[in-house]
């Protein structure tokens, strides 16, 4: 099940577009991360230098990203350690126009920094979705048999 719940993870990953991030010294925010196909296990940020993330990241901080797909198919904490980069190739590859809407100019601005999250766990869960589960949950009523709640399960990157 973890290979199929990995690989259902990240899939599923690549549809959400935000979550909450926090860190040691840094109180959650959202924030919008970007998947690195080329890395597995790594999630990227783009913030500005003077936030607490960018602060926490510097030191190398353990932080933690709660997301949840809008259709309800994936709910996941994610845990892992922010670090600070200057790959400019990265930043180049991940860079769009949500980005750029935070930003004065290009990816070249001096206040970008670019957060790289290595992950260490995540604990996953995921659903068919609302409907599905509402219509577990009116046939638990009649049955008396659980609601199917999904996959559920601890991911070790």
Known sequence: MTNDLRKEFW?????????????????????SHFVDDDTPGTLWFITAKGTDIAKSAASGAEAEYIVSSKDEHLYARIHG?????????????????????????DQNDPDIQLVRMDLSEAEV??????????????????????PDMGQHGTLTF
């Open 11 to 31: 899939d599923r990953m690549d549809d959400v577009r935000s979550g909450m991030l926090g860190a040691t010294g840094a109180r959650s925010v959202p924030m």
């Open 125 to 146: 869960w995921m659903t068919d979705g609302n409907l599905k589960f509402l219509f577990d949950v009116a046939r638990a009523n009649v049955t008396g048999k659980k």
């Open 81 to 105: 350690r922010i670090t600070v980069s200057q790959d400019v190739a990265q930043l180049d590859d991940i860079w769009n126009a949500f980005a750029a809407a935070w930003f004065e100019g």
